[in-house]
């Protein structure tokens, strides 16, 4: 199979999870409802994923990435350290909102469930941290923050 109809195959799955996910809730998806929404059989899910905790990453992922885009694109058109700085807590928000939703937990106390989400989102997080730290030094250039330890605030600020 060619590595473009393999990956639009792997993305199908991860959409169909997905939206599984945020119909039934995590825990009440099984995987031969995600294969059958697909379009595909469960053998094949197994070929492009070990199994539903994989794809749970592959969804938080889908939503990460997007959420980077959409901070990339939202910065590009703020110009001042402040405006950055609240545009990035804008969008993080929305995305947080949006990656929970449809990760099928908004509403949802599962301790677990939510552990399993940010250990996904943490092996991710170095792209924002780098963003957060590039606001700040670009802060500091400016003369509109006071130089610190820039490394220790965007983790600050990350957490």
Do not use: W
Not at 66 to 81: E, M, N, P, V
Not at 112 to 119: F, T, V
Request: proline share 2%; charged share 25%; glycine share 8%.
């Amino acid at each position: 199979m060619r590595p473009e109809k393999k990956e639009a195959r792997r993305l199908k799955i991860v959409e169909a999870a997905s939206k599984l996910f945020l119909a039934q809730g995590f825990r009440a998806t099984s995987l031969e409802e995600i294969a059958e929404e697909a379009g595909i059989g469960k053998a094949t899910l197994y070929h492009y994923f070990e199994g539903k905790n994989a794809l749970l990453g592959s969804v938080v992922s889908m939503y990460y990435n997007s959420f980077i885009q959409s901070l990339r694109t939202a910065l590009g058109g703020a110009k001042d350290t402040k405006t950055k700085l609240l545009t990035y807590a804008r969008v993080l928000l929305r995305q947080h909102h949006r990656m929970t939703s449809s990760a099928g937990i908004h509403g949802t106390p599962n301790r677990e469930l939510a552990d399993r989400i940010m250990l996904h989102i943490r092996q991710k997080r170095q792209v924002e941290l780098d963003i957060i730290r590039d606001i700040l030094e670009a802060g500091v250039r400016a003369g509109c923050l006071r130089p610190s330890n820039i490394s220790l605030t965007a983790h600050l600020l990350l957490g």
